[in-house]
C-alpha cells in the first residue's frame, strides 16, 4: 500500500511540474517596438549560432541606444529551432500569427533555411535569411519574400576557383560532405574551374556522410589518386579529423595544392590550433588584420563587450541587423509591400563596405575574405589574404533568370 | 598492393574502436535484455572526461593512458549510477519502458555535457609516443592506428578470458541463460546487473577516451555512434562478444572499401548489410534464437469499447470543442492542435499493433516517413491534387510495411524492435542518400495543401476530419474478430495457434494496418509542414511515437491521443528553456518510474482508489 502512495505522491508532482511549465506564458511588452522573429539552431550547433547572437544582440543594443528605427526600438523575437526544419517551420507559424512580427530572419543549416524559404513564400512574410549559404535560397527556390545575407556556396566556390585556376595544379580530387552544401560547392569549383582551365581534369572523389567520415579510408582513397590539388568542402569536426589523418600519413606533401572551403573562418579554424593545415588556399575571416576603421571598431566594440573574439557568425549577426535597419529606414514603415520593395536593390553602408541587395535575386553582395592559412606563434590564422568582392562572382543575369524561372 | 593492405589496416583499426563500445553494449543487453540508448552517450562522456584530465594532467604517455583509463572507469560509475537510480526499478517493466527511460538519459546527459563543457567542439592531443606514421610495405600508416588494433584484440581476449574463465563470467553466462533459476539458487541478481552495467559503460567510455587523438570531442558523437553501435550488435548476435568483434570488422571493411567504389552511399551499405543478415539468420551471425517462452509476461487489462454513458459524452463533447476551437484562439494554436491530430493519430497506430499484437516496433518512423515522402512526391513530380496524394500516401507506407512486416513478425519481443529499427535506418539512409529524387537533406519543398485548404482553419478542420476517420477506424478494427485474436495471440500464442488461427498472419495484417495508418498520418504532415525531410522518419521520430504513446498510457485506448496532446505541447513549453532537453529527459524518466501507466492510466487509476469512479470497465 505504501508503494501506491508514493506513486500517488509523486504522480501529483508530476502533473503539477507539467501543469507549472504549461503556465509559463510569455509576457507581453508595452512598448511599441519593431518586432523581429529570429529563428536559429542555437541548442544544436551552439559553437556557430552563439557568435551569431553576440553580433546581433550588439547590434540591437547600439540602435536602440541611439534612437532606433523611424522613432520605433527594435526588438527581436528568438526562437530555437532544434536543429529540425519541421521545428522551424512551426516557429515561423508561431513568429506570425502569435507574435505578429513584422519580419522574419536567421537560421544557419542550409536544409532549415530552404524550409523558412518556402514557408516565406507560401505565407508571403518577409524572410531575411542571414547565415545558410544553399544556392537555393535566392535562385533555384528563390521567391519575392525571401532576402540573404551571407554569401552563397557558389560565390565562396567561385572565389576558391579562380585563386585555384592561377596555380599549376591540373589533376584534381575532391573531398565534400555528402548533401547539398558539398554537392553545391563541388559543382560550383568543377563550373568555374572548367571555364578558366579547360585542361584540368578531376581524378577522384570522396564524399563522406555529414559528421560522418572515416577519416583514415578516406586520405588513403585520396592518396591513391595521387592528385596535384584537392579542393574539400569539410568542415567542422570532419575538417579536424581529416587534417589529422592526412598531416599523419602523408597526404599533405608540399607539391599538394589544397583548397578549402570555410576553412580559415575561426569557427573551424581555432578549434584545430597549431596543428591547422598550412598554405591551404581558404574563404574564412581574418579579424584579426582588419585595417578598415569601421571594422576594426565593430571588432574592438565585440571584444570589450563580449570578452572573446569574434567569428564569423558575429560578423553576419551584426550586419543582419543594419542591414534590417536601413531596409526599414528606406521603407518609411513596416508595410510588407513597401519592405519588400525598399530591400530590393538596397544599398547601404555595413562595417566592411557597401553592400547591396541585388534586385535581381535577392542576393546581398557581401564578399568574403580569401587567403592562405598559416600558424603564426602558435595560433592558426589567414594570410596574405585579401576581400573578394562578391558582386563579381555571379552567375550572368541570364542564368539566374533561369535558375529562378526554373522552379 | 601495399595500398590494399594500408586500407585493411585502417578499416580494422576502425572496427577496433567500433568493437569497444559495441561489445559494451552487447555486454549489457545479453545479461539485462535493456536496450541502451544512453550507450552512445556514455561514449561521449568518455572522450569529454578523458579531454579534460588529459590536457589537466601533466603531459606524457604515462598520464595520457591513466586519464584514458580513469575517464573509462568514472564513466562506468556514471552507468552504475543510471542502472541503480532508473533502470533498476523498471526492469520488470516492458523493453519499452527502458528504451524510452534511456532515451531520457540521453536528453539529460547532452544537456549536462552542454553545461559542463560548453558548446564548442574539443581537439585533444595526440597520444604521446604514438604521434607518427610508419612505413609498412610503402604506405604510410599512423602508429595510433596499430595501438588501437591491439587494444582492441587485448580487450576482446580479455573479455572471453572473464566469461569463460572466473566465476563472475559463469554467472553472468547463466544470467544470460536463465535470470530466475539464477535467483533462485541464491545469487543477487541486483549486484550481478550493477556489475554488468559497470563493465558496459566502462568499455563505452574507453572506446570514447581512445577517440581523442583521432578526431574532437562533440556533442553529436552520441547519436552519431549509437545507430552503427545497434547495427553491430544486432548483425553479430545481440549478446554475443565474438559477433560483435565480426561484425565491428566486416562493417569496417566494407566501409573502408566500399568507399573506393561507391563513395557516395556509405550509410545505405552498412544497414543493407545489416538487413541481408537479418533476413537470412534474424538473430544476428552468431546470436541463438530466442527461447520463445523465454519472454516475460506482463499483464494486459483488456481493452473495452468506450466504456460508458459518461465517457461517451465526454468523447463528444471534446470533438464538439475541437469544432468550436477556431472560433476562440488564436490561429497559432490551431497550428499546433493541427500537429497534435496528426501525431495521435501516428501514436495511435503505432498503440495498434503494441498495445493489442504486443509487438514493438522501434522503427514506426519509417512508415510516417514514406507517407510524406509518398504524398510529396506525387504532389511534386506528379502533379496529384492534395487530397488524392493524402489519400494516395498510406499505400505507399503499406507497400513498405508489408515487405519489412512480413520479415518483423517472424520475430518476436525486442529483436522484432531492432529488426523494425533496421528496417527504418535503411529507408532513412536511401531517402538521405538520393538527393536526386528525395532531396536529401534539404528533403522535398513545396508541399503545401491546395488553394482552397491554404488558409489555417481549412486545414485544421480537415486534418480533424481525415485523423478521426483513421482513429475511428483504427478503433473499430481493435473490436472487430481481427482486434480480438490478436489480443488473443499476444496473451497466448500457442493457444490461438492450437484454435486455429494463423498468429503469424494476423501480427503481419496488423502490422501493414499500423503502417498503412502511420502512412496517413505522414502524408497529412508534409503538408503541413509544406516540407518533408529525412527527419520524419530518423530515429528520434520513432522515439517520439514510442513516447506519445507510454506518455498517454499503453493499456488505454485514448492514451496515444492524450500523449500525443501532451507531448506537443510540453514541447512547445520547453523549447524556450536553454536546457529544455534536460527537463524533457527528466519528465520521461519520471513517467517510467513513477506513472508506468501513463497519464490516462495513472489517472484512471488515481480515480479509482478515491472511488470516484467504478473500477468496472
Not at chain 1, 526600438?73 to 515561423?92: Q, T, Y
Not at chain 2, 493457444?495 to 498520418?521: D, N, S
Request: one cysteine or more; aromatic letters at 12%; a neutral charge.
Amino acid at each position: 500500500m505504501k508503494s501506491t502512495k508514493n506513486r500517488t505522491r509523486l504522480f501529483l508532482a508530476m502533473a503539477a511540474a507539467v501543469a507549472m511549465v504549461g503556465l509559463t506564458g510569455t509576457a507581453a511588452s508595452a512598448a511599441e517596438p519593431i518586432r523581429i522573429g529570429e529563428i536559429n539552431s542555437y541548442t544544436t550547433l551552439a559553437d556557430f549560432t552563439q557568435p551569431y547572437k553576440k553580433g546581433w544582440e550588439m547590434a540591437i543594443e547600439e540602435i536602440n541606444a541611439a534612437g532606433g528605427v523611424i522613432g520605433r526600438p527594435l526588438e527581436v523575437i528568438s526562437r530555437d529551432d532544434g536543429g529540425k526544419p519541421e521545428n522551424a517551420v512551426k516557429a515561423a507559424e508561431e513568429l506570425t500569427t502569435k507574435e505578429n512580427v513584422d519580419l522574419l530572419a536567421g537560421t544557419y543549416f542550409s536544409h532549415i533555411g530552404v524550409a523558412v524559404t518556402n514557408y516565406s513564400k507560401q505565407r508571403k512574410k518577409l524572410f531575411v535569411a542571414t547565415e545558410p549559404m544553399s544556392d537555393d535560397i535566392t535562385w533555384a527556390q528563390g521567391n519575392d519574400y525571401t532576402f540573404r545575407l551571407r554569401p552563397n556556396t557558389y560565390i565562396q566556390s567561385a572565389i576558391l576557383a579562380e585563386e585555384a585556376a592561377k596555380l599549376p595544379a591540373k589533376r584534381w580530387a575532391i573531398v565534400a560532405p555528402n548533401y547539398k552544401f558539398g554537392q553545391d560547392a563541388v559543382a560550383a569549383f568543377k563550373k568555374v574551374m572548367k571555364e578558366k582551365r579547360p585542361d584540368v581534369e578531376f581524378v577522384e572523389e570522396q564524399w563522406p556522410a555529414l559528421f560522418k567520415i572515416d577519416p583514415g579510408a578516406t586520405v588513403q582513397a585520396l592518396m591513391q589518386a595521387k592528385p596535384d590539388g584537392i579542393y574539400s568542402a569539410l568542415f567542422s569536426r570532419d575538417l579536424t579529423a581529416f587534417v589529422r589523418e592526412a598531416e599523419l600519413r602523408g597526404l599533405l606533401t608540399d607539391d599538394l595544392t589544397v583548397v578549402g572551403l570555410l576553412t580559415g573562418e575561426p569557427e573551424y579554424l581555432d578549434p584545430m590550433g597549431a596543428e591547422a593545415p598550412k598554405n591551404w588556399i581558404v574563404t574564412g575571416y581574418p579579424w584579426y588584420a582588419v585595417t578598415e576603421p569601421a571594422h576594426k571598431k565593430f571588432i574592438a566594440d565585440y571584444q570589450a563587450k563580449y570578452s572573446d573574439t569574434p567569428r564569423m557568425g558575429s560578423l553576419i549577426g551584426y550586419i543582419s541587423i543594419y542591414a534590417i535597419k536601413a531596409m526599414i529606414e528606406k521603407a518609411g514603415s513596416v508595410d510588407q509591400d513597401k519592405l519588400i520593395a525598399a530591400m530590393k536593390d538596397l544599398t547601404f553602408d555595413s562595417v566592411v563596405g557597401p553592400i547591396t541587395f541585388r534586385g535581381i535575386d535577392h542576393q546581398s553582395t557581401l564578399g568574403a575574405w580569401v587567403g592562405r592559412t598559416a600558424v603564426v606563434d602558435g595560433k592558426p590564422m589567414m594570410v596574405d589574404w585579401r576581400y573578394a568582392q562578391g558582386a563579381q562572382y555571379f552567375p550572368t543575369d541570364e542564368e539566374i533568370r533561369q535558375m529562378r524561372g526554373a522552379k | 598492393m601495399s595500398f590494399y593492405f594500408a586500407q585493411f589496416l585502417t578499416g580494422l583499426a576502425s572496427a577496433s574502436s567500433l568493437f569497444l563500445v559495441a561489445s559494451g553494449l552487447s555486454i549489457i543487453f545479453g545479461v539485462t535484455r535493456v536496450v541502451n540508448f544512453a550507450h552512445g552517450s556514455f561514449y561521449m562522456l568518455g572522450a569529454f572526461i578523458a579531454y579534460s584530465l588529459v590536457t589537466s594532467l601533466p603531459p606524457g604517455p604515462f598520464w595520457f593512458w591513466g586519464g584514458v583509463i580513469l575517464a573509462a572507469l568514472t564513466v562506468g560509475v556514471v552507468g552504475v549510477i543510471m542502472e541503480i537510480l532508473v533502470l533498476r526499478r523498471i526492469y520488470q517493466a516492458p523493453e519499452l519502458f527502458q528504451l524510452v527511460a534511456t532515451f531520457g538519459v540521453v536528453l539529460l546527459l547532452k544537456d549536462v555535457a552542454l553545461w559542463t563543457w560548453g558548446p564548442e567542439d574539443k581537439l585533444g592531443p595526440r597520444a604521446p609516443g604514438f604521434d607518427g606514421a610508419i612505413d609498412i610495405f610503402g604506405s604510410r600508416v599512423p602508429e595510433y592506428d596499430l595501438v588501437v588494433i591491439v587494444v582492441g584484440f587485448v580487450v576482446l581476449a580479455g573479455l572471453w578470458l572473464l566469461f569463460s574463465r572466473t566465476r563472475w563470467g559463469a554467472l553472468v553466462r547463466a544470467a544470460t541463460e536463465d535470470r530466475e533459476m539464477l535467483g533462485a539458487l541464491g545469487i543477487n541478481q541486483a549486484l550481478l546487473f550493477t556489475g554488468v552495467f559497470f563493465l558496459g559503460s566502462v568499455l563505452a567510455g574507453l572506446g570514447g577516451a581512445m577517440q581523442l587523438p583521432r578526431a574532437s570531442v562533440s556533442h553529436h558523437m552520441d547519436l552519431a555512434i549509437i545507430a552503427t553501435v545497434f547495427v553491430v550488435v544486432v548483425v553479430g548476435g545481440m549478446g554475443s562478444i565474438v559477433g560483435a568483434f565480426l561484425a565491428s570488422v566486416i562493417i569496417s571493411e566494407l566501409n573502408a572499401f566500399g568507399i573506393l567504389i561507391f563513395p557516395q552511399i556509405t550509410l545505405v551499405l552498412m544497414f543493407l548489410v545489416m538487413a541481408v543478415v537479418l533476413v537470412i539468420r534474424p538473430w544476428g551471425i552468431l546470436g541463438r534464437p530466442e527461447d520463445e517462452t523465454a519472454g516475460e509476461e506482463y499483464e494486459h487489462q483488456s481493452l473495452s469499447w468506450l466504456p460508458s454513458r459518461a465517457a461517451r459524452l465526454a468523447m463528444a463533447g471534446v470533438v464538439g470543442v475541437l469544432l468550436l476551437l477556431p472560433f476562440v484562439v488564436q490561429e497559432f494554436y490551431l497550428v499546433l492542435m493541427t500537429e497534435v491530430f496528426i501525431l495521435a493519430l501516428f501514436a495511435a497506430s503505432l498503440h495498434f499493433i503494441m498495445g493489442n499484437g504486443g509487438m514493438i516496433s522501434f522503427g514506426h518512423a519509417a512508415y510516417f516517413g514514406l507517407g510524406a515522402y509518398g504524398g510529396a512526391t506525387l504532389l511534386l513530380y506528379g502533379d496529384t491534387p492534395m487530397l488524392l496524394a493524402i489519400a494516395l500516401a498510406p499505400f505507399v507506407a503499406a507497400l513498405g510495411a508489408a515487405v519489412f512486416g512480413w520479415f518483423c513478425v517472424r520475430l518476436s519481443g525486442v529483436y522484432m524492435a531492432m529488426l523494425s529499427l533496421a528496417f527504418a535506418q535503411i529507408v532513412w539512409s536511401i531517402v538521405f542518400q538520393s538527393s536526386g529524387i528525395t532531396g536529401g537533406e534539404d528533403g522535398l519543398v513545396g508541399v503545401w495543401p491546395a488553394e482552397w485548404a491554404s488558409e489555417r482553419q481549412v486545414f485544421y478542420y480537415l486534418t480533424l476530419a481525415v485523423t478521426l476517420g483513421g482513429i475511428l477506424a483504427l478503433w473499430r478494427m481493435l473490436f472487430s474478430p481481427f482486434g480480438y485474436s490478436l489480443r488473443a495471440g499476444r496473451d497466448s500464442p500457442r493457444r490461438v495457434e492450437a484454435i486455429g488461427i494463423g498468429f503469424r498472419t494476423h501480427k503481419w495484417l496488423a502490422f501493414v494496418i499500423a503502417g498503412t495508418f502511420a502512412g496517413l498520418a505522414g502524408g497529412l504532415y508534409g503538408f503541413a509542414k509544406g516540407i518533408v525531410t529525412p527527419t520524419t522518419l530518423d530515429i528520434p521520430r520513432s522515439i517520439d511515437a514510442l513516447m506519445m504513446v507510454l506518455l498517454g498510457g499503453v493499456q488505454t485506448l485514448v492514451g496515444p491521443l492524450v500523449g500525443a496532446f501532451a507531448f506537443v505541447v510540453l514541447e512547445d513549453r520547453l523549447l524556450a528553456f536553454q536546457y529544455w532537453r534536460a527537463i524533457f529527459g527528466l519528465i520521461i524518466i519520471g513517467i517510467c518510474i513513477a506513472m508506468p501507466e501513463g497519464i490516462v492510466g495513472s489517472t484512471r487509476s488515481f480515480l479509482t482508489r478515491r472511488g470516484l469512479v467504478s473500477s468496472g470497465r
